[in-house]
């Protein structure tokens, strides 16, 4: 089975310009997790859809961030405009719902560098 | 007080040492406690998870969950240079995941 996909893997833009990062979570886990992590805050939640529905935003740090899943294949984290300290490694999580333990499965994240 | 504390390390040891990576909590409702394993340049990935209090053994893993103490531990029995990764302890209730910050560790051959 194909796991978590992220693109793009590495992402290097300048200040204000728009970012979207994309993920494909794996076939028929209803829950998609988008992560940001960093040396100094480690892994952080920003947002999670529950069948294609947003359940939980509160860890977006502020309106330059928005997050879609237009359906249960795809989902897109951007951030307009972006900022140097936007610079992260974002992880894209998904699970099946019949996991209560809360195991997730992530892709290999894509790092981001604003300049 | 975070909720979930764990030392970055970062933690260097020889191969064949036993090592123990521990995290603190603050929340008394947590029930499932999780290690994450995550290489260089990769995503976390389940290592273990062990639900309320007690030891669990998987080959050269065990993880220990002292609820009294709000204190967890993996243990890494033979260590290899494999192993060399970062390691994260997560736990919840009925909420979201809380991730510690993770523990890099190098194993030395």
């Known amino acids: 089975d194909a796991g978590v996909i992220q693109s793009p893997r590495h992402e290097v833009t300048e200040m204000g310009q728009e970012v979207t990062l994309r993920c494909k979570p794996i076939?028929?886990?209803?829950?998609l997790f988008w992560y940001r992590q960093t040396m100094m805050r480690g892994l952080e939640l920003l947002i999670y859809?529950?069948?294609?529905?947003?359940?939980?935003d509160s860890g977006m740090p502020e309106d330059r961030f928005s997050a879609k899943m237009p359906n249960a294949s795809f989902s897109t984290l951007k951030i307009q405009p972006s900022e140097p300290r936007d610079s992260a490694v974002y992880f894209c999580?998904?699970?099946?719902?019949?996991?209560?333990?809360?195991?997730?499965?992530f892709g290999e994240g894509s790092r981001l560098t604003v300049l | 007080q975070k909720e979930v504390e764990q030392d970055p390390g970062p933690l260097s040891v020889p191969e064949g040492a036993i090592v123990s990576l521990n995290c603190t909590y603050s929340n008394s409702a947590f029930q499932y406690f999780m290690w994450y394993r995550q290489y260089s340049r990769k995503g976390p990935e389940l290592l273990m998870y062990?639900?309320?209090?007690g030891n669990k053994e998987d080959g050269r893993f065990t993880a220990q969950v002292d609820k009294s103490s709000k204190y967890i531990s993996l243990f890494i029995r033979d260590s290899q240079p494999s192993d060399s990764a970062t390691y994260l302890c997560?736990?919840?209730?009925?909420?979201?995941?809380?991730f510690g910050k993770g523990t890099k560790l190098s194993v030395k051959p």
């Open positions: 999580a998904s699970t099946p719902v019949e996991r209560p333990t809360g195991e997730l499965f």
């Open positions: 859809f529950n069948n294609n529905v947003p359940i939980d």
């Open positions: 062990t639900y309320s209090s």
């Open positions: 076939s028929g886990h209803d829950y």
């Open positions: 997560a736990m919840k209730s009925q909420g979201n995941l809380i």
